[in-house]
């Protein structure tokens, strides 16, 4: 085998800027032993503080107090009209249920009983948010550390009324999150100043990416406006109406927010014209783009990462005609190439001439690049030899990828809840729990079937892909992506998405099996073929080899097991 390191792919001069910089190894900042990062400065520490913290305060003792129901809703006013209201207090706290309850008078009562709930829980939101936000924003996470330890330690629905060591405990646990996150801050701050240094004086406009839509707004404002709905329509405020109310709130915060931070982003990359460094960048198995530095042909050593979104521009749909799947190609970096920055990355493609793409992305670790194993075992019982090198493995047949030990698992939970979502819709009453098992149950149905049963064929004339409704034929002169991020396979055509496959296991779990990654394996082996046409089998699939979807099977699995729910309950 040779052993020469190909050449990276080149990029058209025309495409990049004058005086664009080279971001050399000796210059980069981003890697480890330039900044260093110590150990405590890693997300899961400061996580696993805040979960000592929590169990501290929940184990150690509380003064024990007597509920004061006018002092969470005020004094009734004697013209108040309630119809239908109850109130109870269990282990001090104060559950309400209504069916539409009114007041009318000039009372203190500003929201009704209903209002005994919202502060609560949007704190234990906000909790949740944090914890979040530490490990993905930290400056955010920073802002919002002070007031929401303030709000623990000051206010009824925190601590206030717990044991001095709790409280204690509790701010000493942000105190220590608060060093955490400054440094993690400060940190990335001197990133953007020596990347800045990197790139020199020449700043640049960013050209336009061909970005459609903004995938995490609709889903973000569609569970925020679920939970106002939860908090204004319901006729009974139980315990699983606050649980609508908890978790679409805050998941549609955390969507909304990245949705923001990201179009802020966009915007202003296009606002003011930016630094430009020229780099090396590459795919990895699981579909991330990775940085390396300009002189780093052998990609030893990523220095960042994002997962871009975007297209192609010049010329027509790109036609791999590389060495490898995943050749190296020469880029140019728009913006500050630091964790959490947005990012337009202009690079080659192994196409026609003057080919490029122009994704937009924000910077995350590079985690060292995974690769998949030396040997894998295929449908068909015949072995592959040195997957990572897949021109040196001809197949005459069609080639199979499936389902792993990993992805039927998750199958199985699937069509667990799949089950106990068909259970509630056959005893429960219509309540919010009901309308969610209704809303939830295509989803549990169509992931169960797809990681069940998913399965990838790659034969003469092109892939077969099987996932939960459908078996559907992508050919081969049509594709011009292959991704495996988020625990998928899709085949990019150039109109979009020709084929989705979701999901298909759990990467990280995937790679620690005997089998590997099977959807990068297969991911690995389409670019192959995509690069040599000679790698593709020798005839075309069979309408068994081609694979059958599942879910009308489970579908009517799931018919009987109401059946059998509504005649024994």
């Known amino acids: ?212 839509g903004r995938p995490l707004l609709v889903p973000g404002a569609g569970a925020v406006l679920l939970a106002v709905a939860a908090y204004f329509c319901l006729a009974d405020w139980r315990a699983e109406s606050k649980g609508v109310f908890l978790v679409s709130g805050t998941l549609g915060t955390a969507l909304l927010v990245h949705a923001v931070a990201e179009w802020r982003g966009a915007a202003r990359l296009r606002r003011h014209p930016q630094p430009v460094l020229r780099v090396l960048v590459r795919e990895d198995v699981d579909g ?15 220095l960042l990462g994002f997962r871009g979104r975007g297209g192609y521009e010049g010329g027509a749909a790109p036609r791999p005609q590389g060495l490898g799947p995943r050749p190296m190609r020469e880029a140019v970096l728009y913006g500050v190439p630091a964790l959490g920055a947005e990012l337009v990355c202009v690079g080659a493609v192994d196409g026609p001439e003057g080919r490029v793409s122009v994704e937009r992305g924000a910077g995350v670790p590079a985690r060292p690049e995974r690769t998949t194993r030396t040997r894998s075992t295929e449908r068909d019982g015949s072995t592959v030899e040195n997957i990572e090198h ?31 979502a068909v259970f509630n819709l056959v005893t429960g009453e219509m309540t919010w729990s009901w309308w969610m098992a209704v809303v939830s149950l295509p989803f549990w149905l169509t992931a169960s079937a797809t990681a069940f049963n998913w399965r990838v064929t790659a034969d003469r004339s092109g892939v077969w892909a099987a996932g939960a409704w459908r078996v559907k034929q992508v050919r081969w002169q049509e594709i011009e992506k292959v991704d495996t991020a988020n625990d998928s396979f899709v085949l990019r055509g150039s109109e979009g998405e020709a084929v989705a496959l979701r999901p298909t296991g759990w990467t990280r779990l995937d790679h620690r099996t005997a089998a590997g990654h099977t959807a990068g394996h297969a991911a690995e082996a389409v670019r192959a073929m995509l690069a040599d046409p000679e790698l593709r089998p020798a005839r075309e699939s069979t309408t068994a080899e081609q694979g059958m979807p599942l879910g009308p099977v489970l579908v009517v699995g799931l018919l009987l097991w109401g059946a059998c729910v509504y005649w024994l309950f």
Do not use: C, K
């Not at 006018?70 to 119809?83: K, Y």
């Not at 550390?145 to 701010?171: C, K, M, S």
């Not at 005459?396 to 199958?411: C, E, K, N």
């Open 1 to 212: 085998m040779n052993d020469r390191i190909p050449s990276p792919v080149r990029l058209p001069g025309g495409r990049i800027p004058e005086g664009a910089a080279l971001w050399r190894s000796a210059e980069a900042r981003l890697r480890p032993t330039a900044v260093p990062v110590r150990w405590w400065a890693r997300p899961v520490w400061a996580l696993v503080v805040l979960g000592l913290a929590g169990a501290a305060v929940w184990l150690l003792p509380t003064a024990a107090s007597e509920p004061d129901i006018t002092a969470v809703f005020g004094t009734a006013p004697d013209s108040a009209v309630s119809r239908g209201a109850i109130v109870l207090t269990v282990e001090s706290q104060v559950d309400t249920s209504y069916y539409a309850e009114e007041f009318s008078g000039g009372g203190s009562w500003p929201v009704g009983a209903l209002w005994a709930w919202l502060p609560p829980t949007v704190f234990q939101g906000l909790v949740l948010l944090e914890a979040y936000w530490i490990r993905r924003r930290p400056a955010l996470a920073l802002a919002l550390l002070a007031p929401l330890t303030a709000a623990a330690l000051l206010l009824d629905e925190g601590i206030a009324d717990a044991a001095p060591a709790a409280r204690i405990t509790a701010g000493m646990a942000a105190v220590l999150v608060g060093l955490h996150l400054l440094h993690r801050v400060q940190a990335r701050a001197r990133q953007r100043t020596s990347a800045v240094e990197a790139a020199g004086p020449g700043r640049h406009p960013v050209p336009a990416v061909p970005v459609r």
């Open 288 to 302: 991330r783009t990775l940085v390396y530095a300009a002189d780093d042909t052998a990609g030893a050593e990523p």
């Open 390 to 420: 897949p021109t040196e493995a001809v197949a005459t047949g069609p080639r199979q990828w499936g389902a792993g030990t990993v992805g039927r698992g998750l199958g199985a939970f699937f069509l667990a809840m799949a089950a106990g």
